[in-house]
């Protein structure tokens, strides 16, 4: 079965930091999408980006920057020179046949000024 | 309004009550979703809707009764609730027509339930 593992419960930082938020995957599907949820204090899931299994191209999209290795089953997420809005939980989830996702367990992430 | 939303925000309810949570998408959708986000909990998944049909019924209790009446709205009916079910209800929506894998799904701000 599909498994999302975020092992990083926690992390905190100060303002202007870079930091790298782990996702750790299995699944037996050939064909795969990931994907990056930032959720605030607000409650909502803001999607960032997905992924196709057949795309390990690095993304960067401003300060935000996505590293997919399938030898490794990651997809990692940096955020450079952190920002205090940055603070959120972040999820990472990965699609489980049509129309269902299974997300990891969240990291919560403080920027502190 | 654009996006998702989700009516109400917040909810307090006693075990007896009957009470309704509402969501709209206004992005031309055709597949809803209902999910549960407890604390210290993953998302569980609850219900799919694609084309106003249920698809996917993720085991959960008959207490909570979905209703899709078109394919803008999604309903989450609540009834003889317990305390373990105060939770986040999120609603999300996605394309849904081609039902594939890929789709991205759109959440909307979440109706934060306490149950007396």
């Known amino acids: 079965a599909q498994k999302v593992t975020q092992a990083q419960t926690e992390i905190s930082v100060v303002e202007k930091e870079d930091v790298t938020l782990d996702c750790v995957y299995e699944?037996?599907?050939?064909?795969?999408?990931l994907f990056w949820y930032k959720q605030p204090p607000s409650g909502e899931l803001v999607f960032l980006i997905r992924?196709?299994?057949?795309?390990?191209q690095n993304e960067i999209s401003g300060r935000y920057s996505w590293n997919f290795q399938k030898s490794t089953s990651s997809f990692n997420f940096t955020i450079t020179a952190s920002q205090v809005v940055d603070s959120a939980v972040y999820f990472c989830?990965?699609?489980?046949?049509?129309?269902?996702?299974?997300f990891g367990q969240g990291t919560r992430l403080t920027i502190n000024p | 309004e654009t996006g998702v939303t989700q009516t109400p925000r917040h909810l307090v309810m006693g075990m007896t009550n009957k009470k309704s949570l509402k969501c709209e998408q206004h992005?031309?959708?055709?597949?809803m979703y209902w999910y549960k986000q407890s604390a210290k909990k993953p998302l569980e998944l609850m219900f799919v809707?694609?084309?106003?049909?249920?698809?996917e019924n993720n085991s959960v209790p008959s207490r909570f009764s979905p209703e899709c009446p078109n394919s803008s709205h999604l309903f989450l009916h609540l009834h003889t609730l317990q305390p373990e079910d105060s939770a986040l209800y999120l609603c999300?929506?996605?394309?849904?027509?081609?039902?594939?894998?890929?789709?991205?799904?759109?959440f909307g701000p979440g109706t934060r339930l306490l149950v007396l």
């Open positions: 999300a929506s996605s394309h849904g027509l081609a039902g594939g894998s890929e789709e991205t799904q759109y």
């Open positions: 699944t037996r599907d050939t064909t795969y999408y």
């Open positions: 992924r196709n299994s057949f795309d390990e």
């Open positions: 989830a990965l699609t489980q046949g049509a129309q269902k996702l299974v």
């Open positions: 992005l031309g959708h055709n597949a």
């Open positions: 809707y694609s084309l106003e049909e249920r698809v």
